[in-house]
């Protein structure tokens, strides 16, 4: 039973300094996720999806997180293996680096990026980069492992040449594959990865995705194992305000995820630019249906938009929007659902710092204890 907390690096408005800021605020969320008693951090790599996520050099922002902390799980959420965006070798120099620098803590999360504004900028077309993902997903563990390799591969080519480092952990870091699709779930199992799950869709989306994913990690075949650890895992993401006020918290988290919704919509189905004004709970959820019933905002096949059938009846909201008790109670049914590990999700574009700030502390002073049947020590501000 595991918590940690996922980056997109969302921006409301992007100019210099705003972005600037966004990036120290982060680093400052997970400083105390790290007092807090989190497990973990996970970020994203995208490019050229402007307010929907500016994390584009998430090895960065990792390695500077990693050196602030002393025993969070450092989370690529997930590296892009096109090879002219990451080639495999410089991604396993990279990630063994990071590994040997922050302990041990690395997970490697593997896939290819969800636009074709991404994949255009380098060159591919989105449609066509499974293949080159699959070879680089075999290959990086090879390049953690053996001294000397040589890969004459159908995408990629290069002599035999030794690489350095080796990671710290022994034979490699924990393994993941981000699931936006329902076939990526099984995939992950079928390999041997886990599995990083959105959960905009409730305890009943991951039940499914669950039951799915650990039936085929239990029949896969020795010769579609990627790499040399098999990690049975699979991560819910979770969107959450938690705060004293549970309306404020609705309010500030529904808003957010409006934009989340709406900032996706614009750059994965050409959908208009996110609303950044605020509004009622009520007012908000409209706007949500607004884009669930003219355009899904949907990520692979996941869809960001929300019901709002379900404002008001507090056992079918799909969300962490509110009290901690009402976090507790949420996070519960994922776990019940077969989740290991809680993603939660707050810095969305028009999220303030401080309700960040108030719900990672919240979070690990009431909700993770109560899972743990124990009591947290906070450390002290330095």
Same mark, same amino acid.
């Given at each position: 039973m595991?918590?940690?907390? #996922? =980056?997109e &690096? ?14 120290r605020?982060?680093?400052?969320q997970?400083?105390q996720l790290?007092?807090s ?10 490019h ?20 602030k ?7 690529? !959420?997930?590296?892009? %293996?096109p ?5 495999p070798i410089?991604?396993?120099e ?5 590994d040997?620098?922050?302990n041990g803590?690395?997970?490697?999360g ?6 074709q504004q991404?994949?255009?900028a ?6 066509? %980069? ?11 563990? @090879? ?6 390799? /040589?890969?004459?591969?159908?995408? #990629?080519?290069f002599?035999?040449?030794? *690489? ?10 924990r ?8 076939e990526?779930?099984v995939?992950a199992?079928? @390999? !041997?990865?886990?599995? %990083?799950?959105m959960?905009f !869709?409730?305890?009943d989306?991951?039940k499914?995705?669950s039951?799915a994913?650990?039936?085929?990690f ?6 579609d ?16 305000? *938690?705060?004293?006020?549970? +309306?404020? &918290? ?11 919704? /709406?900032?996706l919509?614009?750059?994965? $189905? ?5 609303e ?6 009520e007012?908000?959820l409209?706007?949500? +249906? ?6 899904? &905002?949907?990520?692979?096949? +996941?869809?960001?938009?929300y ?13 962490? =929007? !509110?009290?901690p008790?009402?976090?507790? @109670? ?11 590990e809680?993603?939660f999700?707050? $810095? ?5 710092? /401080?309700?960040?700030m108030?719900?990672?502390e919240?979070i690990?002073?009431?909700v ?9 020590? *906070?450390?002290?501000?330095?």
């Open positions: 595991k918590f940690s907390m #996922i =980056y &690096a969302q921006i409301a408005e992007t100019h210099r300094e705003a972005e600037q800021q966004v990036f605020e982060m680093a400052e997970c400083v790290d007092k008693g989190f497990d973990g951090v996970w970020c994203v790599e995208h050229g999806l402007t307010q929907y996520s500016h994390m584009s050099a998430p090895e960065t922002f990792l390695a500077f997180v990693a050196g902390t002393k025993t969070l799980e450092i989370g690529h !959420g997930v590296v892009c %293996l090879p002219a965006m990451n080639h410089k991604v396993a990279r990630v063994a680096m990071l040997i620098l922050s803590r690395v997970n490697f593997v896939g290819k990026g969800g636009s991404e994949a255009g380098f060159g591919y077309q989105l449609s066509e %980069l499974q293949p080159l993902i699959d070879e680089s997903m075999y290959l990086i563990p @090879r390049l953690f492992t053996e001294e000397v390799v /040589e890969h004459d591969g159908q995408y #990629i080519k002599p035999a040449r030794p *690489v350095h480092p080796k990671p710290l952990q022994d034979p490699h870091p393994m993941y594959m981000a699931c936006t699709r329902w990526a779930v995939t199992g079928s @390999r !041997g990865l886990g599995a %990083l799950v959960g !869709g409730g305890p989306e991951i499914t995705k039951d994913y650990r039936k085929a239990a029949e896969r075949k020795p010769e194992q990627v790499g040399f650890r098999p990690t049975e895992h699979l991560s819910a993401l979770c969107p959450a305000i *938690v705060l004293r006020d549970r +309306d404020k &918290a609705r309010r500030i988290g529904l808003r957010g995820q409006r934009f989340f919704a /709406e900032a919509s614009h750059w994965y $189905q050409g959908g208009p630019k996110p950044v004004d605020d509004m009622s709970p007012e908000h409209a706007a949500l +249906d607004k884009v669930r019933e003219h355009k899904f &905002a949907k990520l692979g096949e +996941d869809k960001i938009a019901n709002p059938q379900a404002y008001g009846y507090l056992d079918d909201i799909n969300d962490a =929007y !509110g009290t008790e009402d976090c507790i @109670r949420y996070v519960e049914r994922l776990f019940e659902a077969g989740a290991d809680i993603m999700l707050s $810095q969305m574009g028009t999220v303030p710092h /401080e309700a960040i108030e719900t990672i919240l690990g002073s009431e993770i204890p109560h899972f743990r049947g124990k009591k947290l020590r *906070v450390a002290a501000a330095e």
